[in-house]
């Protein structure tokens, strides 16, 4: 498994974009890379601090190993969404080559600070960072407290944290949307021309293939999506047990309705 810096940089020289689809089992990997095989491109695994309690970084972080070992295309693990130190470095010496710290929470000078020593820990594991700046809610795609990215804020961020890639509010949100989204796209493309970096557009579950082939012919070469395919797989494993009888033959079911929708996003 690679880091994600040269997966990126190559994606945005080509004005495209790498999904990342998010991982908290056995099919749900196996899903990702299918979906990648069939594509015929790479894809990043990611696992959010969230899911510890689903299962350790060990356990994900060998079953990705495992799995990706004799894949075609380029594969990253990468930690989503994390605001302990702690656990990056757990996830980090478990084997992940992507890490993100998400300060999106905190007061710009903290998120900066704190953004800081994880790039630290990620470059003694030679792993790839991913920052994040401005806020997303979860329903209307508002920046949380209407704080959306600001670029001048964002070229500070990027100059002072050398992060790798940064993930920016600009009209996304995470979860299902409750109105059509709107995307600032001349705020995404201020942001690029100040930063220089790859951008990642989270919460791109319900973003149409145009906004998001858009946002990549910009500046986005990383989109992130889980709640298409997770509500996907939860539908279709409520079908096949309604005919199924084997639980392992649901899954595979269910495993065959994940890797349909990811097939959407390349």
């Excluded at 979906?35 to 079953?63: D, K, W």
């Excluded at 059509?180 to 990642?200: A, C, G, M």
């Excluded at 494993?237 to 349909?260: D, F, G, P, Y």
């Amino acid at each position: 498994m690679l880091n994600t810096i040269a997966m990126l940089v190559r994606a945005r020289k080509k004005g495209r974009y790498v999904p990342a689809f998010n991982i908290y089992n056995l099919e749900t990997i196996q899903a990702a890379l299918e979906s990648s095989c069939r594509a015929e491109s790479p894809v990043i695994l990611a696992f959010g601090e969230r899911y510890l309690s689903y299962a350790s970084f060990e356990v994900i972080a060998q079953m990705a190993e495992c799995l990706s070992r004799e894949h075609p295309y380029p594969v990253a693990l990468h930690l989503d969404h994390c605001r302990s130190l702690e656990n990056m470095y757990q996830a980090l010496k478990a084997g992940f080559t992507s890490v993100m710290y998400d300060g999106s929470n905190l007061p710009f000078s903290e998120n900066i600070e704190q953004t800081v020593q994880a790039r630290k820990i990620a470059d003694s594991f030679g792993a790839s960072l991913e920052g994040e700046l401005g806020g997303m809610n979860d329903k209307s795609g508002e920046g949380e407290n209407g704080l959306f990215t600001e670029p001048m804020q964002a070229k500070k961020f990027v100059r002072e944290t050398q992060v790798d890639s940064l993930a920016v509010a600009v009209g996304n949100a995470h979860g299902l949307y409750r109105e059509k989204p709107h995307i600032e796209f001349q705020r995404l493309k201020e942001i690029y021309e100040l930063t220089h970096i790859p951008l990642v557009l989270h919460g791109s579950s319900g973003l149409s293939m145009e906004t998001l082939n858009l946002a990549a012919q910009i500046a986005v070469a990383k989109i992130n999506v889980n709640t298409e395919i997770a509500m996907a797989g939860a539908a279709a494993l409520r079908q096949a047990l309604q005919k199924e009888t084997k639980m392992e033959n649901a899954l595979q079911w269910a495993r065959e309705s994940l890797v349909n929708v990811m097939m959407h996003f390349y």
